[in-house]
């Protein structure tokens, strides 16, 4: 089955610094990627859609010049997470929705960020 | 704006017990629903959806938009059904989810 990938699995930093995270698709092309955001025993929240060779949309509430996102490719989309803090300590997964099947959305792995 | 609530957010029950996971949503359009399902340190994956009506390892799940909910059953439980379960509505067209908080089932011997 189609699978998708997230590099790195889990980062520390220090506050200040920047974050990027990788989603792949690895057998399939992808037009478009979400990233969510989850927090400790909580459900996930879609932070942004992240739409190949065009600007991402951010859902209500989550800064774009905070979080970052380029899909400059059918099977890469990176999240930047700058200048990060505390509070962006979380767990971030991508998910990509097959071009070709496009009612299918697989998910990645997860990247577990942790800033100090 | 668009809503899924799952009230458990833990539900355990005996082996070869029933399950029923509840989901409600909140959608002013024509809902797609779905159930995605986390095992132990594994990844999110898609259980099933409402609209192929079908049956996967056991689970079944009916839309019902009187009570806006989408219930997912199992008439008996296995040990291997034990992880996290997710509703989630699907809206725009554009494959926009929005997850409801998730039910940990466990399963016991």
């Known amino acids: 089955g189609a699978v998708v990938s997230q590099h790195p699995s889990w980062v520390i930093c220090k506050s200040g610094t920047s974050v990027k995270i990788e989603c792949r698709s690895l057998?399939?092309?992808?037009?478009?990627m979400f990233w969510y955001r989850q927090f400790p025993k909580q459900s996930l929240m879609l932070m942004a859609t992240?739409?190949?060779?065009?600007?991402?949309?951010?859902e209500q509430g989550v800064e774009k010049d905070k979080f970052l996102i380029n899909h400059a490719s059918l099977t890469l989309s990176t999240l930047t997470v700058t200048s990060a803090h505390p509070e962006d300590s979380s767990f971030y997964i991508c998910?990509?929705?097959?071009?070709?099947?496009?009612?299918?959305?697989?998910f990645g792995p997860g990247t577990r960020l942790t800033v100090l | 704006a668009q809503r899924v609530t799952q009230p458990e957010k833990l539900l355990s029950v005996f082996k070869g017990a029933p399950v029923e996971l509840k989901c409600n949503y909140s959608?002013?359009?024509?809902?797609?629903l779905f159930w995605y399902v986390q095992y132990s340190r594994q990844r999110l994956q898609l259980l099933l959806r409402h609209i192929s009506r079908e049956s996967i390892k056991g689970f079944t799940a009916d839309l019902n938009k009187g009570e806006t909910s989408f219930h997912l059953k199992k008439p008996f439980a296995q040990e291997e059904d034990s992880a996290m379960y997710y509703c989630a509505l699907r809206t725009g067209g554009g494959n926009k989810l929005t997850f409801g908080t998730g039910t940990q089932l466990k399963v016991e011997l």
């Open positions: 057998d399939f092309q992808a037009t478009t």
């Open positions: 992240s739409n190949e060779g065009s600007k991402a949309t951010y």
């Open positions: 998910s990509a929705r097959d071009r070709v099947l496009t009612d299918t959305q697989y």
């Open positions: 959608y002013s359009g024509s809902p797609e």
